[in-house]
């Protein structure tokens, strides 16, 4: 059993068990729920460590009578809330409709089950009944009428523990919901750092790591997708943490739309870390009877530093957030868009096509200007109709040809969005979000469609359901703005338009998936706007950034590893000079970088040169051979690519029989001295040979010493090293 249940006279204890973590809270005399501990396995109850004492200006509830020592402002709890003298950031505030903000939750019962719970029209981690359970624990406010379902995934083997929520109004009143989290973790004690991944567009996801002091330090995202600037993705870590040492803990948000994450250390040096919806713009009216289901937060930890962090992330992503066999091979693609822009018809793609066959390329994308009147990204968003003018004929004619060189078939689309100048916004511009009164905000010249209204999205995938019927094998799903007016015309209250939004669009993308079981789709945000669990629960790949530069491709993608699979990471090659910043590499570096992803290309195939045509075809051999490795493998990080002259990395099958080692050089200048890097993950006392040059290696030399950095003159240099395990 992985959850535990154990009593005493007047206290009862919930326990969950991973492999290697323990998670455990504690009903106490008064009906609150505290948390007693997470962190490396352990047995026992953990009570000793709350320490009762007499906090002054701490309040007290008004049945612990005139014992000053209980004080929700200073015990550890699950799931805190406003109301209760808790002076810190709390997980849910409500607000009574006399005004009154507070809300006093206490134990009813719980139950455990096998299997994994689901949440009503939101993603959330599947599992078997024999991988898992769940725990769901009832808490109820008496007065108001207010329950709330405490939800507890546990993934054993992973050392994964999921969190969500589910509200209901069973009294006679409306409750407003003015703040919701599904995930708290309240700590003792600790000396931290958190680490999180911000950035911009084209810069997405570059790890900061910040020391935990007194006050409150919160990321979160206010524009309705989880945003380039902030990914919701938190860890938590001793001061002294790195890679294969120390303790950490993560939170991870299933969950595509706004979001806030917070830690705090109060008063007393305790520490406070959660997760959940962002208060902006948010206010749910909750009538009688009805419920609010809150998306789910993967937590997990490691006694054994970053690494062990991230592999039981990306294994629980991979195998039980991603919905496509984790055994399929993503196809290696050929996209049209920087290769031809705007400036294409059916004879452009035909000619692609037959070189991306001569290259070995999987599957050719048509992207963004073959639909309405979109010759540019002023016009034609909503029109979802074939421009037949523009190809020269029928797209089910175009996608037969292609189909007969033996290629799927891929194409754009950007359904959440309109253009002003479209069939569609003249005949209904109360489908967009923005206010009647009011000049809306544009954004790449465009307006957001209203999600929140079921009518909506009925007729828009109405429209995208003919064309897929084409015979699409791929869509490229795009989001190229943030929301910014917060305004339908159809909302009763406006408070509740971002989070209904997101549920159409879940609505959306779950009806496709049961309408066409064999359609690949990938996510999309002006690149890496909306790379999180959330999205990768219907899209099993994210393009990871627009920005395809290789040398900045490195951090990106090194962010991107601490939470997310390299399998799920859109990655291509583009010519050079680059689009973004106009550096210039080789394909040797471009090419190595982008196969720790979904390996595609970003390209014109015609204006290759012979050498460049053999080293590609040379490149998706290698992938081939490697692929699986790559997606299935365990992944460490070798160096930090915003410190280190050389970024290295590994991919190490399962059984250490193998291994892939790349390196990219990003600094050089005269007389250099030598650089080693350290190689984890490999078999202790085992020796493994390179292919690269035929020699021996010693697996505890590697980790302890370092392989040696080849030196070659000249800027920006990749190496991808293959290690076998030497049997004799």
Known sequence: MSIECTKTEDRTFLTLHTEKTTYQMMVDPHGALLHLYYGKRAMGTMEYLLIWRDRGFSGNPWDAGKDRTFSLDSLPQEYPTSGTGDFR???????????FEGCDLRYVSHEISDGKYGLPGLPAMHASESESQTLTVHLKDHVSGLEVDLLY????????ITRAAIIRNTGDHTLTLTKVLSADLDFLTGDYDVLTFCGRYGMERNLQRTPVDHGEFRILSRRGASSHQYNPLVILADHNTTEDTGECYAMEFVYSGSFQASVEKDQFDQVRLQMGLAESKFRYPLGPGETFAVPETILSFSGDGLEVLSQNLMDCVRLHICRRSSSLAHPVLLNSWEGCYFDFDGNTIRDMARQAKDLGVDL????????????????????????????RGSLPAL???????GLKFGIWFEPEMVSEDSDLFRAHPDWALASEDRRPIRSRYQLVLDFSRPDVVDQIFSDVCKVLDMGIDYIKWDFNRSIADVWSHAAQHQGTVLYNYILGLYSFLERLRERYPDLLIEGCSGGGGRFDAGMLYYTPQIWGSDNTDAVDRLKIQYGTSFGYPISVVGAHVSAVPNEQNGRITSLDVRGTVAMSGSFGFELDPATLSDEDRQTIQEQIAFFREFEPLIREGRYYRLSDPAKDPATAWLFVSRDRSIALLN???????????????????????????????GHVYPADGLRNVGYPVPYEPGEYRAYQIVLRKVED
């Open 399 to 405: 996608i037969a040809d292609v189909h007969d060189l």
């Open 89 to 99: 950031a709390t997980a849910l505030t409500v607000e009574e409709d006399n005004g």
């Open 153 to 160: 995934g546990v993934l054993p083997e992973l050392d994964i």
């Open 364 to 391: 050719l994308v048509m992207d963004d200007g073959w639909f309405g009147n979109r010759n540019d990204d002023t016009t034609g968003l909503g029109d979802w109709q074939v421009n037949e003018e523009k190809l």
């Open 663 to 693: 390196i990219v050089t990003t600094e050089t200048f005269c007389n250099m001295p030598n650089q080693y890097i350290r190689v984890r993950g490999l078999e202790p006392g085992a020796f493994y040979r390179s292919e690269r040059n």
